[in-house]
């Protein structure tokens, strides 16, 4: 007898109906708040649909606009997109989304293949994402690529990283531009949640390239104007939404008072007025010796900030991981499944586990009371216990 295909569900790729939101003239910091909160209960929510859709033996499949295809006129193109290159984008995203950006669960094997793909077809692909309806697959590639990109430096992979990043660095250029087409073509009209959306993948890009940067050692081999221009794009972000003075470690901002481009001392506020009245050269002169003093502190005294990983490229969340037996590495992180009980011990086959299961049997129990004991710690760090005093 045959198997029975499993059922599909479709998710629809493109925004089928005009954007509600309108533009704000001068959004604050708690509008950037409640978007981010808006954004996280639909990721919820279509994070329950994909796990729904599993214990269902679903498939997910994303259909694809038909208008993708209005700038390619070659037959062959149009087949090897339609057949190859979307379906490998639509579950790159689906597996994307299921863990929410999580770099310690996220299927790295998938993002290289999707690197691989735009790579490989890159003339392919830039001239879809030229077609009309295109911002939210650009939008998502972006995503994809900037934790790749991510994973990799934090790796030490940094010649990789350089790799995606120059993939990455087209790939937001072209949402950019095709949000703003979808938009009526003006950015300054932008509706909040379309702006808010770009603003926030502008930033993370941003972050990424100046430590990649400084992980290269090329911090001197951009031009000022480029580098201050970026620095201001930063900390125009970080006041915007609060990210200054609100948190008080690992945001750039903090570095203008603290080398004397803004006055008022080392701990001053920088608003967007005192922001405005700092060139380009002190910019990009602050981002430099910021990153010499990082670099000076780090090898004093390693471990010394709240995300090490930022600088050195040393995140142990993204680290390949070896068979307990065999001790063979995984070629990606992710690619080893782990024992079910403690989720702490790897294994490259089920053999493998089997055949240690008379060695670890003896610390599984103990494995799955520290990583308990672990994610304790955690929860009590992020939300602190206790009873409220009146």
């Known amino acids: 007898m045959s198997k029975k295909t499993p059922p599909t569900i479709a998710v629809v790729t493109s925004d089928p109906d005009p954007p509600t939101s309108l533009p704000i003239a001068q959004p604050t910091a708690e509008d950037y708040t409640r978007r981010n909160t808006s954004l996280q209960k639909t990721q919820k929510i279509f994070h329950k649909h994909l796990k729904s859709a599993k214990k269902q033996g679903s498939n997910i499949f994303h259909v694809m606009d038909p208008a993708y295809l209005s700038h390619i006129g070659n037959e062959d193109e149009r087949n090897l997109f339609t057949n190859t290159c979307f379906p490998l984008y639509s579950d790159a995203h689906n597996d994307f989304s299921k863990v929410g950006g999580n770099l310690s669960k996220t299927n790295e094997r998938k993002l290289a293949v999707l690197f691989e ?42 010649l990789r990283a350089e790799a995606v990043f120059r993939v990455y660095t087209r790939m937001i250029n072209a949402y950019e531009g095709s949000c703003i ?13 379309a702006l808010s959306c770009l603003e926030g993948l502008r930033y993370r890009y941003l972050l990424i390239k100046m430590n990649l940067l400084q ?121 080893f499944k782990k024992c079910s009980k403690c989720k702490q011990a790897r294994y490259c086959s089920a053999i493998c586990q089997r055949k240690h299961w008379c060695v670890h049997k003896q610390l599984c129990v103990q494995m799955k009371a520290q990583r308990k004991d672990k994610e304790k710690e955690a929860a009590e760090l992020q939300f602190p216990s206790g009873k409220l005093k009146g």
């Open 117 to 158: 793909l735009i790579n490989k077809h890159e003339s392919l692909f830039f001239k879809v994402l030229a077609s009309p309806n295109t911002h939210v697959m650009s939008e998502r590639c972006t995503g994809m690529l900037g934790t790749y990109a991510t994973i990799l430096r934090q790796r030490a992979e940094y």
């Open 215 to 335: 992980n290269l050692g090329k911090v001197h081999s951009v031009p000022d104007h480029e580098v201050g221009e970026d620095m201001r794009t930063l900390c125009t972000h970080e006041i915007k939404t609060g990210r200054h003075p609100g948190e008080a470690t690992d945001v750039w901002t903090w570095f203008l008072p603290m080398h004397g481009v803004v006055k008022g001392g080392p701990n001053a506020r920088v608003t967007l007025a005192k922001l405005k009245k700092v060139n380009n050269k002190k910019l990009a002169k602050c981002f430099r010796t910021a990153c010499e003093m990082m670099g000076q502190v780090l090898a004093a005294q390693p471990g010394g900030f709240k995300n090490q990983s930022l600088w050195d490229g040393i995140n142990p969340d993204v680290q390949k991981k070896r068979c307990e037996l065999c001790k063979r590495s995984e070629a990606f992180i992710n690619d």
């Open 181 to 193: 087409t979808y938009h009526g073509g003006v950015k300054e009209k932008l509706p909040f949640n």
